[in-house]
């Protein structure tokens, strides 16, 4: 308690300074007194001495004995008196026992005397010693006591101590009654605030003084007033509080539910791409859990093309792959969308468009099969309208044949006759086409006459120029197929032709003949304009032609394209632009050796 | 846990008391030697180790034990610093005494008349004079006087025939040989007396006279002068000078350590800068010392064989 610090404090001040008064004076008066009677002692030594010399000198012992011992008598703090001749023969002593051993050669003096204290069996003693006669040597010593002086301080200071304690008592006490006054309204503020920090702020202190407690009461009876205001204004704040954050709550939840419910995947992001949320849905187009995505950059969990970093971005797709059915893929369509709010936040909506582009894709085949089947249709009819009349030509050319005996006019007869095969021949394929079945007629051909004859026609066309080498890198005779020699002709015809119509300032056409143990190979190659990658897919579509303008159908590469699946074999392209195509004819040979 | 108001107290409070423990040491004078007075010595002389650098210096007695010590032990102390050695009176009773520690080197040193210089030559042979004392005026004499009391009906020394008379020493230059050379050519020999006799110095013999035990007495100037000025006695005659007392030294001393002692005699200024060393006015060296030679002191040696060495035989 304060009380009994303060009291505590006060008592050991007084001790402590008081021993420390009372030690001091006893020290100062102790060594002034002592000073005194030394110096006293030395006074003596010089009068005794003076005294004595004539004595020692004439070694008259018997009468420096008597005037030291007289001397001893007459001085009642003399313990002892002794005399040393120059030559350091004791001369007399005041020793009723004898001359003690140690005192022989002992504190001898220089110029000034000297003292020495010694502790004997009758007390403390200081030995004063001086040179007895001057010049020649010799000691003197006196043994003076302290006790009986000594006693008379220790008695003084004794007193001083009493007096000490009893002051140190009384002034405890009153110091204690002065405390009980002074902590009493401390403690009556101590319960006070007791009161108030169990929630009583209706409290009051009590006023007791008009000192600077007083004043403290005072300004702390204020402070409790705007306290218990202050603290029903909080409470009526608290309630508001209350109310609204159960509102908000509500809220909140209903926003929680209605982006859990619905169909697309709704995403939060901080202004750094960070997953906020991660709704259900989002759980079920991406396959990832909510717990797997919080908390992490949209880029590890998301392969966003377009990042949420610029403006708002709408209908960006994204292909997934299904996580549940491996096969399957979704596609997602991205919607990012800066939120207003404060923290620069972003929201990725994600809206699952699989069935959508699926039905859009779907329809645009199907009409393209509606004009296909026109188109077929359309062949159809003109084939069968101008087989007829094809036909008719025919029979009168093979009777014009029989009938003439001209070699010219036979010659171009037969001239007839071949272009007439060629058109019924074609009408044939166009018809097979239209009919998307291709029904072959199997002979055994060599791939190299028929190549060669290929060649012989494109070049008779007018796409070929003189600048175009032909190249040709196969032996007669050794690769055979079963196959149809007319529409394989067809084929390498078609491709030729488009090399041809790729080189127009000129460049190589190369054709090589390759097999292995069940498929010929034969590649044609040229150093055309090349193709574009975007075209390569589509280059073996009915009707896909860059060259309208001429008139051309695009039909070519699909009916080659049929002929060949028709053989069992297929056609593969590679193509760079600006550097040529290779297109490779792979059908299934026969090795004939 | 410890409060910091205690640890800051009980500092304080440590060191106000180390502080008050330095300054005020719990023991006055500390080192107090423990004695037990009940273990007696079976020895009655201090143990002393003999030192060599130990020179004793001894003296004619002119004022007595006490007067004559209280004027030496400063010199020795001006000796010892000015040598480095420790200068010692040895006390003799008598002038043989101090011829004798002279002559056989018990004392390098001392401070004697001329008759002790001419006896302790004659009868050892080992002494010589090493500087002559001055007076205030400088000079190296001195003067004995003859004197009565201020009543008495002595006039002159003629007068003295059949009164008593004191000396001073025997052996004593002023106190014995001028007077009894005074009288000699007054006309008068000691046996002209009714009585005399050798009191053993100056003082004595003043104080015998002054007393009225003796008529009259035979005694050194400068005391006799001191006397009479207080009306205790009047002097009569005064003699012619004579060389004054000397500080002799033994032969077989160091000559290193005599020039040193030479010299610093010499130096001394008992008007000047060595004014506050001793009483001067009682010394038979008041204006300080000067070199003699061995020849200065050749006059005594007829007068001592004459009016001494007659008397001992």
């Known amino acids: 308690?304060?009380?009994?610090?303060?009291?505590?404090?006060?008592?050991?001040?007084?001790?402590?300074?008081?021993?420390?008064?009372?030690?001091?004076?006893?020290?100062?008066?102790?060594?002034?007194?002592?000073?005194?009677?030394?110096?006293?002692?030395?006074?003596?030594?010089?009068?005794?001495?003076?005294?004595?010399?004539?004595?020692?000198?004439?070694?008259?012992?018997?009468?420096?004995?008597?005037?030291i011992e007289d001397f001893k008598k007459v001085n009642p703090h003399v313990a002892y008196v002794y005399v040393l001749s120059p030559e350091?023969?004791?001369?007399?002593?005041?020793?009723?026992?004898?001359?003690?051993?140690?005192?022989?050669?002992?504190?001898?003096?220089?110029?000034?005397?000297?003292?020495?204290?010694?502790?004997?069996?009758?007390?403390?003693?200081?030995?004063?010693?001086?040179?007895?006669?001057?010049?020649?040597?010799?000691?003197?010593?006196?043994?003076?006591?302290?006790?009986?002086?000594?006693?008379?301080?220790?008695?003084?200071?004794?007193?001083?101590?009493?007096?000490?304690?009893?002051?140190?008592?009384?002034?405890?006490?009153?110091?204690?009654?002065?405390?009980?006054?002074?902590?009493?309204?401390?403690?009556?503020?101590?319960?006070?605030?007791?009161?108030?920090?169990?929630?009583?702020?209706?409290?009051?202190?009590?006023?007791?003084?008009?000192d600077e407690l007083g004043a403290l009461t005072k300004a702390f009876n204020k402070m409790l007033e705007e306290l218990e205001t202050k603290n029903r204004q909080i409470r009526e704040y608290i309630n508001k509080l209350k109310v609204t954050y159960r509102r908000l709550k509500r809220t909140m939840e209903r926003y929680k539910a209605l982006v859990e419910s619905v169909g697309d995947g709704i995403i939060s992001l901080s202004k750094d791409g960070v997953i906020l949320s991660w709704n259900r849905s989002a759980e079920e187009l991406t396959g990832i859990k909510r717990l797997e995505a919080m908390g992490k950059r949209?880029?590890?969990?998301?392969?966003?093309?377009?990042?949420?970093?610029?403006?708002?971005?709408?209908?960006?797709?994204?292909?997934?792959?299904?996580?549940?059915?491996?096969?399957?893929?979704?596609?997602?369509?991205?919607?990012?969308?800066?939120?207003?709010?404060?923290?620069?936040?972003?929201?990725?909506?994600?809206?699952?468009?699989?069935?959508?582009?699926?039905?859009?894709?779907?329809?645009?085949?199907?009409?393209?099969?509606?004009?296909?089947?026109?188109?077929?249709?359309?062949?159809?009819?003109?084939?069968?309208?101008?087989?007829?009349?094809?036909?008719?030509?025919?029979?009168?050319?093979?009777?014009?044949?029989?009938?003439?005996?001209d070699a010219q006019v036979k010659a171009r007869v037969e001239e007839i006759i071949s272009k007439v095969e060629t058109c019924k021949h074609r009408l044939d394929n166009i018809l097979r086409l239209a009919r998307t079945s291709y029904a072959i007629e199997r002979k055994l051909i060599d791939l190299a006459e028929v190549i060669d004859d290929s060649i012989k026609h494109c070049q008779a066309c007018k796409?070929?120029?003189?600048?175009?080498?032909?190249?040709?890198?196969?032996?007669?005779?050794?690769?055979?197929?079963?196959?149809?020699?007319?529409?394989?002709?067809?084929?390498?015809?078609?491709?030729?032709?488009?090399?041809?119509?790729?080189?127009?300032?000129?460049?190589?056409?190369?054709?090589?003949?390759?097999?292995?143990?069940?498929?010929?190979?034969?590649?044609i190659s040229d150093t055309g304009i090349g193709i574009p990658e975007e075209y390569l897919r589509k280059i073996f579509e009915p009707f896909f032609t860059t060259k309208k303008k001429n008139g051309c159908l695009g039909l070519g590469l699909s009916i080659a394209n049929a002929i060949v699946k028709a053989h069992g074999g297929e056609i593969l392209v590679e193509s760079k632009v600006g550097e040529g195509s290779v297109f490779t004819i792979k059908l299934p040979g026969r090795l004939i050796a | 846990m410890i409060s910091r108001e205690f640890i800051v107290t009980t500092t304080m409070v440590l060191l106000l008391f180390s502080i008050l423990f330095y300054v005020y040491p719990p023991e006055l004078g500390g080192g107090a030697v423990l004695v037990d007075l009940n273990e007696i010595a079976d020895a009655t002389v201090k143990q002393t180790t003999s030192d060599e650098n130990v020179v004793y210096f001894g003296f004619d007695l002119r004022l007595g034990p006490k007067a004559d010590i209280e004027i030496y032990a400063p010199l020795m102390d001006y000796l010892s610093a000015k040598t480095g050695k420790q200068f010692k009176i040895k006390y003799a009773e008598t002038y043989e005494e101090t011829q004798y520690y002279l002559a056989s080197g018990i004392v390098s040193f001392a401070a004697?008349?001329?008759?002790?210089?001419?006896?302790?030559?004659?009868?050892?042979?080992?002494?010589?004079?090493?500087?002559?004392?001055?007076?205030?005026?400088?000079?190296?004499?001195?003067?004995?006087?003859?004197?009565?009391?201020?009543?008495?009906?002595?006039?002159?020394?003629?007068?003295?025939?059949?009164?008593?008379?004191?000396?001073?020493?025997?052996?004593?230059?002023?106190?014995?040989?001028?007077?009894?050379?005074?009288?000699?050519?007054?006309?008068?020999?000691?046996?002209?007396?009714?009585?005399?006799?050798?009191?053993?110095?100056?003082?004595?013999?003043?104080?015998?006279?002054?007393?009225?035990?003796?008529?009259?007495?035979?005694?050194?100037?400068?005391?006799?002068?001191?006397?009479?000025?207080?009306?205790?006695?009047?002097?009569?005659?005064?003699?012619?000078?004579?060389p004054r007392s000397m500080i002799a030294a033994n032969k077989n001393?160091?000559?290193?350590?005599?020039?040193?002692?030479?010299?610093?005699?010499?130096?001394?200024?008992p008007l000047g800068k060595d004014a506050n060393l001793l009483d001067w006015s009682k010394t038979e060296f008041s204006g300080g010392f000067a070199e003699v030679d061995l020849e200065y002191y050749?006059?005594?040696?007829?007068?001592?064989r004459r009016f001494i060495q007659g008397e001992e035989s």
């Open chain 1, 298 to 405: 949209i880029e590890e969990v998301l392969n966003i093309p377009d990042k949420p970093d610029a403006e708002d971005n709408l209908g960006v797709e994204l292909v997934l792959q299904d996580k549940r059915e491996k096969t399957s893929r979704r596609i997602l369509k991205i919607f990012t969308r800066k939120l207003s709010n404060e923290g620069g936040e972003w929201m990725i909506i994600l809206r699952d468009v699989t069935n959508e582009v699926i039905k859009d894709q779907l329809n645009r085949k199907l009409s393209y099969y509606e004009q296909l089947i026109n188109v077929g249709q359309l062949a159809a009819w003109i084939a069968h309208e101008v087989n007829t009349p094809l036909t008719g030509i025919m029979l009168s050319a093979e009777l014009l044949m029989v009938e003439c005996k």
């Open chain 2, 112 to 242: 004697i008349g001329p008759v002790s210089y001419v006896i302790a030559e004659e009868k050892y042979g080992n002494v010589i004079p090493l500087v002559v004392g001055l007076d205030s005026n400088g000079a190296p004499t001195y003067r004995a006087v003859i004197f009565t009391r201020p009543d008495s009906s002595i006039m002159k020394i003629e007068d003295l025939r059949s009164h008593s008379f004191a000396f001073g020493s025997f052996y004593s230059t002023q106190g014995h040989l001028i007077p009894r050379i005074m009288l000699e050519e007054a006309g008068i020999k000691i046996r002209d007396f009714k009585r005399y006799a050798y009191l053993g110095s100056h003082q004595a013999c003043a104080q015998a006279v002054i007393s009225g035990l003796f008529d009259a007495g035979g005694m050194q100037d400068t005391l006799a002068y001191k006397l009479e000025s207080k009306g205790l006695i009047r002097i009569i005659a005064v003699s012619k000078p004579y």
């Open chain 1, 1 to 67: 308690m304060l009380k009994h610090k303060i009291v505590f404090l006060f008592v050991v001040y007084l001790v402590v300074f008081g021993l420390f008064n009372v030690y001091v004076t006893w020290r100062e008066v102790s060594r002034t007194v002592l000073t005194e009677v030394l110096r006293l002692g030395e006074d003596m030594g010089y009068f005794l001495s003076d005294s004595l010399i004539e004595d020692v000198l004439r070694e008259d012992i018997l009468s420096v004995q008597e005037k």
């Open chain 2, 298 to 304: 050749n006059v005594y040696f007829d007068l001592v």
């Open chain 1, 463 to 523: 796409c070929y120029n003189e600048g175009i080498r032909i190249v040709k890198r196969y032996e007669y005779g050794s690769h055979y197929v079963f196959g149809d020699p007319f529409g394989l002709r067809e084929v390498f015809e078609n491709i030729i032709l488009n090399a041809f119509q790729a080189m127009k300032d000129g460049g190589d056409l190369k054709i090589e003949i390759d097999r292995d143990r069940e498929f010929i190979y034969v590649r």
């Open chain 1, 88 to 210: 350091g023969k004791l001369l007399a002593h005041t020793f009723s026992n004898g001359f003690p051993r140690k005192l022989l050669n002992f504190n001898e003096p220089s110029k000034s005397p000297s003292i020495q204290t010694i502790i004997t069996q009758e007390g403390r003693i200081h030995d004063v010693s001086l040179i007895l006669v001057p010049g020649m040597g010799g000691e003197l010593h006196i043994g003076l006591r302290d006790e009986s002086i000594l006693k008379v301080v220790n008695s003084a200071v004794l007193n001083m101590m009493l007096l000490g304690i009893l002051s140190v008592s009384v002034g405890g006490i009153v110091v204690l009654i002065s405390m009980q006054a002074i902590t009493k309204p401390i403690k009556e503020l101590e319960n006070g605030i007791e009161k108030i920090m169990r929630g009583n702020y209706a409290h009051r202190l009590a006023l007791f003084t008009d």
């Open chain 2, 253 to 269: 001393v160091d000559p290193e350590l005599l020039g040193k002692v030479k010299l610093a005699l010499i130096e001394l200024d």
